[in-house]
């Protein structure tokens, strides 16, 4: 089975741009298993993290010591304890975003139909804080904590529009519009050109421009102070003919996070 490459930015560096390597490689250990999802030898994660045994032999005794990790018969293997669930639950409980978005992003994806997602810019990217898949054959299956280009997605394009010029310009000039389909905006002036139009009619989109055949509709909202993005993605045929359902859920749902 393979496993999935660890994210990167724009210059295949560990998304975020800020590369602390023990960190970095103990984050891919873990979700190397979740992978896998069956326990791993020494050599074995090794090979997954591609780094040297005898390096990835100090990080696996730290994960040990610290009770994260449990040494199964004969010896020579290992695997996650539950420690690093309760902890994820604990932090996930206090969440200060997902204890006011997370049932209402829940609701939305019940209601339309279609995968729903919250996000806000990390950088000069869009990460997503809530996500709720669809249960439809055919349909977008986003994760939390992915990051995405912001020139490319309804999320990031509603996002761009809630800023102001200077803050805008700013993150223009550090962003490469890179080509992810045919349909992607590659041009600065077409780009402003299309917010300008979202920003008076009051809602954002993405028509194939990350994933062929899929579109996104979006609405910005504003809440304790911060910019955030509120999404649904689905078949662009599902998506057009669903419009104005869809555009009208969004509203409420939005509005309702803002008031909290």
């Known amino acids: 089975m393979a496993l999935k490459e660890p994210r990167k930015d724009k210059d295949g560096k560990p998304a975020g741009g800020i590369n602390v390597r023990a960190a970095s490689r103990t984050i891919d250990l873990f979700e190397a298993f979740a992978t896998i999802r069956r326990p791993m030898t020494v050599s074995e994660m090794a090979r997954a993290l591609k780094m040297p045994v005898s390096s990835c032999f100090s990080i696996i005794r730290t994960l040990e010591a610290r009770g994260y990790l449990f040494n199964l018969p004969p010896g020579n293997s290992f695997y996650p304890t539950a ?7 604990d932090i996930t409980k206090a969440d200060p975003v997902l204890s006011v978005v997370g049932s209402a992003v829940r609701q939305l994806c019940d209601e339309s139909r279609e995968t729903a997602m919250f996000g806000k810019l990390c950088r000069n990217r869009v990460i997503l804080l809530a996500v709720e898949v669809t249960s439809a054959p055919s349909r977008y299956m986003p994760q939390v904590g992915d990051l995405r280009p912001v020139h490319a997605t309804a999320i990031g394009k509603a996002l761009l529009g809630s800023l102001r010029e200077e803050e805008l310009e700013k993150i223009l000039s550090h962003v490469t519009l890179e080509k992810v389909t045919r349909q992607t905006i590659t041009d600065t002036g077409q780009l402003r050109k299309e917010l300008a139009a979202s920003r008076r009619r009051g809602w954002y989109t993405n028509v194939e421009e990350t994933i062929a055949d899929m579109t996104s509709l979006c609405v ?12 649904i993605s689905g078949p662009t045929v599902r998506i057009k003919t669903n419009f104005k359902e869809n555009f009208e859920r969004l509203q409420a749902t939005a509005e309702a996070i803002s008031s909290n």
């Not at 420690?83 to 639950?89: G, K, M, N, P």
């Not at 910005?220 to 999404?231: D, I, K, Q, S």
């Open 83 to 89: 420690r690093l669930r309760d902890v994820a639950e």
């Open 220 to 231: 910005p909202l504003t809440m304790r102070g911060e910019h955030y993005a509120l999404a």
